[in-house]
């Protein structure tokens, strides 16, 4: 019996992939590296391909030389305008104009914005340094936003001004640029705006935790309402480890109040 030669099936993606290679395979590519070096370019030191020399770009013929304004200088990058301006300059509509630096600042190496920043103790005011105006128990502070200065301690920001913080009796001021600016002691929490008394009631203790009730029950006692309560601890069974409930022995189950034999 003779054997029926196969035909091989090629898919229709296969026969998609063929066109596409015979159409790119030219002797010279002439898109982002790839074929032959054209000129103002060099071969890539790792694998295959080409990159445009300093100082120029890819386009549809090779590389053709970047146009630098006067007072710039070339990035070599694939992306942006391919160049900027010297430090003193700023880009203005495609060229690079001499940064003006106004009183009480100086010029920064920073290709954007305006190319100056102020002083200590000056915020920029359009295209001007002012000086700070520091209010009363406060300070300047070195920074490019905000107000340019803070209240020192013990006194908040009110009206552009610093005022001194009201703090309630067993209490103490807190270094805080947020909230009431104080805190209460141990053994007070803060109601409205004073500091009231911890009731601690028998069989209980004082917590450092600012939540809840502000204390918590002895081992073997716990919380109801406002007090604490002994637990009963039935027939078999023994204390918990967190101390506020029972566990029966083994082999004895809980069921209910009582500890039981299944």
């Known amino acids: 019996m003779s054997r029926m030669r196969q035909t091989p099936v090629i898919s229709i993606s296969a026969l998609i992939l063929l ?9 010279a590519f002439t898109w982002d590296g790839v074929g032959t070096v054209p000129e103002n370019a060099h071969a890539k030191e790792y694998g295959k391909g080409w990159v445009c020399n300093q100082g120029y770009r890819v386009s549809d013929e090779g590389c053709t030389a970047v146009k630098l304004p006067a007072n710039a200088y070339s990035t070599n990058t694939s992306y942006g305008s391919g160049w900027e301006c010297e430090r003193g300059y700023r880009e203005v509509n495609g060229d690079c104009a001499a940064v003006k630096v106004p009183d009480h600042a100086y010029s920064t190496n920073s290709p954007h914005g305006n190319g100056w920043r102020c002083q200590r103790g000056y915020r920029e005011l359009g295209e001007t340094c002012a000086a700070v105006k520091v209010p009363v128990n406060a300070y300047s502070t070195n920074t490019s936003f905000g107000r340019g200065w803070d209240c020192v301690r013990g006194y908040r920001e ?10 309630p009796e067993n209490g103490y001021s807190v270094d805080s640029g947020s909230g009431s600016g104080w805190e209460c002691e141990h053994g007070f ?5 004073s500091c009231v008394a911890v009731r601690v009631p028998p069989n209980g203790y004082l917590t450092d935790s600012s939540y809840g009730s502000g204390w918590d029950c002895d081992r073997g006692f716990r919380a109801l309402k406002e007090a604490c309560v002994a637990v009963v601890v039935p027939e078999n069974a023994y204390l918990s480890t ?10 004895y189950n809980k069921r209910k109040e009582k500890c039981v034999l299944r």
């Open 158 to 167: 009110v009206d552009d001004s610093c005022a001194a913080i009201q703090i």
């Open 242 to 251: 967190s101390g506020t409930g029972w566990e029966c022995n083994r082999p």
């Open 189 to 193: 929490r803060a109601v409205n705006k």
């Open 19 to 27: 066109a596409l290679l015979a159409t790119v395979s030219g002797p």
